[in-house]
């Protein structure tokens, strides 16, 4: 299956060579390689755009919708938060590789990171798998491992490679978790440094579930330490009936059920958010419950139509699954008019 969204790895690299040629240089100490990426780090991942939406606002008669746009960062996806994390956590702990598992996405973050870093990078695809980025991991110095029937035994296989290989292994779940919860969590703080508060709901694609999980994190603490006066609902959007998170909501679970592998069909549009087991699916879950928020679901046919739309209306060309998020958000508003507010839609770039 096809994962399409691109960023701008090149001119990010052109950008920050300076850094990149000393904070990959072996021969340095690594106090000095570890400050020089975090400075990487600091000017090229994160603080993405936050803008009003007023197109879409007047397409589904719901007020006050902001895009926050991850198409900002250097793969074109929110991936770069965690991958960067986790290679920065590899650095260091005195690993000279990373491994993960990916379909796209998170493996083109993780092997533009790790060049940064001069870390090497093993990536495990699935053995059917056809994805349009596997071109940009090569030529980024990734050495491409096609094992596993799907994503989920990609994972464990490559989580099996790094601990027989002593290799730090980048993937979800497990130690990772909090790792990347905190680094998904910055979408958060980045909200609020704009809106001053937390809006009233955040909507957001969901695969595994850990950006949901950790921007539900994120507004935890700011509503903790009093920056917000709430904390808002979290709005899980997905694949129809190919996501274990949508699924347990909509039976009025509490914690996350695996779905049927066999039943799991892919398209070239709703790849990046299916898959039969969500490894932080009971952390997303369990943020869905806990703000009285809702999970729904998006056709391919759908997920097209709102990406061209925001491309034609907004001027922001989107990955067509990322608009699961809104739909779960807006076809909610059809049923069940919401309140005049402030609504967040986390979004993912593509060229």
Not at 3 to 20: K, L, R, Y
Not at 83 to 104: H, M, N, P, S
Not at 228 to 256: D, E
């Amino acid at each position: 299956m096809m994962d399409s969204a691109q960023g701008s790895i090149d001119s990010v690299a052109h950008d920050i060579s300076e850094g990149t040629q000393y904070a990959s240089d072996l021969n340095l100490d690594l106090d000095t390689r570890l400050e020089l990426y975090e400075d990487i780090i600091a000017s090229e991942v994160g603080d993405t755009l936050l803008s009003r939406a007023r197109n879409i606002e007047r397409e589904t008669g719901l007020r006050q919708i902001y895009f926050k746009f991850e198409g900002g960062n250097p793969s074109g996806t929110q991936k770069d938060r965690i991958a960067f994390a986790q290679v920065e956590d590899a650095l260091r702990r005195g690993y000279d590789t990373i491994c993960t598992a990916t379909c796209g996405n998170y493996g083109v973050a993780v092997a533009f990171a790790a060049r940064l870093a001069g870390l090497k990078c093993s990536i495990y695809i699935p053995a059917t798998y056809h994805s349009s980025r596997e071109k940009e991991m090569t030529a980024l110095g990734a050495v491409i491992i096609r094992e596993g029937t799907d994503y989920e035994e990609s994972v464990s296989l490559s989580s099996q490679f790094a601990l027989d290989n002593n290799l730090y292994d980048g993937n979800p779940g497990g130690m990772n978790t909090v790792l990347q919860l905190k680094a998904y969590g910055e979408i958060a703080f980045e909200i609020y440094d704009e809106l001053r508060d937390a809006p009233a709901a955040v909507a957001v694609p969901v695969s595994n579930g850990t950006c949901l999980a950790g921007i539900y994190r994120g507004f935890q603490q700011l509503y903790r330490r009093g920056k917000t006066s709430r904390i808002p609902k979290m709005i899980a959007g997905s694949s129809s009936k190919k996501n274990p998170i949508i699924s347990s909501f909509t039976k009025g679970l509490v914690s996350c059920e695996d779905l049927e592998p066999a039943a799991i069909r892919e398209s070239a549009v709703n790849e990046p958010l299916i898959n039969w087991h969500s490894i932080d699916g009971d952390q997303a879950l369990n943020a869905i419950l806990d703000t009285k928020g809702w999970a729904g679901e998006g056709s391919d046919r759908k997920m097209i139509y709102f990406s061209s739309f925001i491309k034609k209306n907004e001027g922001l060309s989107v990955l067509p699954a990322s608009t699961a998020g809104l739909i779960a958000l807006t076809d909610y508003h059809q049923k069940n008019a919401l309140p005049g507010d402030r609504y967040v839609v986390v979004l993912t770039g593509r060229r």
